[in-house]
């Protein structure tokens, strides 16, 4: 990565970012996959397909959520009022 050599900020947004839209396409995924297992097996077409369908996209929202929340936490602390950033003396 030749173009963000010592910008480090740039490449976590950009970490950031994959990671938010990996969890909801994943997490949906998951849920169309289980669903459409358990609908060929049981002969429930297409209700469990559906059902977990939405427990797959809710479950990516959560996942996208929790993950939002924590780049907050560690973001917190690189504000302007951050203890860290005044010198002792």
């Known amino acids: 990565m ?3 050599k010592g910008n480090k900020e ?3 947004l950009i970490g950031n970012a994959a990671t938010i839209g990996t969890h909801l396409v994943a997490a949906t995924f998951v849920g169309l996959g289980i669903g459409w297992y358990l609908d060929k097996w049981l002969g429930t077409k297409p209700w469990l397909l ?3 369908l939405c427990l797959g996209i ?6 996208v959520y929790d993950e939002v929340q924590r780049i907050q936490k560690k ?6 009022g951050n203890n ?3 010198s002792e003396g």
Do not use: T
Not at 75 to 80: L, W
């Open 2 to 4: 030749l173009f963000f």
């Open 10 to 12: 740039v490449l976590d």
């Open 84 to 86: 860290e950033n005044k």
């Open 75 to 80: 973001d917190r602390g690189k504000g302007p």
């Open 50 to 52: 559906l059902i977990f």
């Open 58 to 63: 809710a479950a990516g929202f959560k996942n």
